[in-house]
């Protein structure tokens, strides 16, 4: 069974920095765009970020541009998400996904074998 698991959230300070970690079996890994999605209480679920399979292209929601940045390592299944910068509207919680139809990169429901998700909390 394809899984994904989220890891690296926590309470930060505002101005802070966290990398959150994504490690997926390798039959979700291989040849796909990678997503992070964050979800606030009350709120739909939101596009981040995602990076292509080879890592070239990254597409970023404009909140978050020049503050994070997504990376991944193929060698260990792994995607992050660095984040700097942090303002308390960026708590929710984080989750990553596979996007297996190549495109429409910042609907969720392009989106499939989501993670349990990683808390983060950020304090001004």
């Known amino acids: 069974q394809v899984m994904l698991v989220e890891s690296g959230g926590g309470l930060v300070q505002a101005g802070g920095s966290l990398r959150l970690s994504c490690a997926a079996s390798?039959?979700?890994?291989?040849?796909?765009?990678m997503g992070w999605f964050r979800q606030a209480p009350g709120k739909e679920r939101e596009f981040v970020a995602a990076?292509?399979?080879?890592?070239?292209?990254?597409y970023y929601t404009d909140t978050v541009k020049g503050r994070f940045t997504i990376s991944r390592d193929n060698t260990k299944n792994t995607v992050y998400l660095q984040m700097n910068s942090l303002k308390p509207e960026d708590t929710a919680d984080y989750y990553c996904?596979?996007?297996?139809?190549?495109?429409?990169?910042?609907?969720?429901?392009?989106?499939?074998?989501w993670g349990q998700g990683t808390q983060v909390t950020v304090s001004s």
């Open positions: 996904a596979v996007n297996l139809i190549g495109r429409d990169v910042g609907d969720p429901l392009a989106y499939t074998n």
């Open positions: 390798a039959g979700a890994f291989n040849g796909h765009i």
């Open positions: 990076i292509s399979w080879t890592g070239y292209n990254t």
